[in-house]
């Protein structure tokens, strides 16, 4: 399976942005993973933004509670990522990410495929 991310660009603070995770192949891929978003900034290590299991729960870092949101169209094969109110400290490469559903919430769960990144970059 591959992953494509797009969505990714710059705006000004407040702004918005969606990005959208494409999973190739026909089968309905995403209906039973474990799905993520991830971020990293220049110089730090990355970091989980997002994650959505199967049922669907998700779990939010604490810096984007409220702003973000992350959701999936199972037919469609999409994962995404919708961000709101976006702050500076937001700019980082943005990454999708899948894998098997088990303990999919444990923080610090290992993700095995991954997109090649969006570029998102929010100024003040």
């Known amino acids: 399976v591959r992953l494509v991310e797009s969505g990714g660009g710059s705006v000004q603070a407040g702004g918005s942005l969606t990005l959208s995770c494409v999973a190739s192949?026909?089968?309905?891929?995403?209906?039973?993973?474990?799905l993520g978003w991830f971020r990293q900034a220049p110089g730090k290590e990355r970091e989980p933004v997002a994650i959505l299991d199967s049922s669907p729960h998700t779990w939010y870092t604490d810096s984007v509670k409220g702003r973000f949101t992350i959701s999936k169209d199972n037919r469609n094969n999409t994962l995404y990522l919708q961000m709101n109110s976006l702050k500076p400290e937001d700019t980082a490469m943005y990454y999708c990410?899948?894998?098997?559903?088990?303990?999919?919430?444990?923080?610090?769960?290992?993700?095995?495929?991954w997109g090649q990144g969006t570029l998102v970059t929010v100024s003040s």
């Open positions: 192949g026909n089968s309905p891929y995403y209906a039973n993973y474990c």
């Open positions: 990410a899948s894998t098997a559903p088990v303990l999919c919430l444990l923080v610090g769960r290992t993700f095995d495929t």
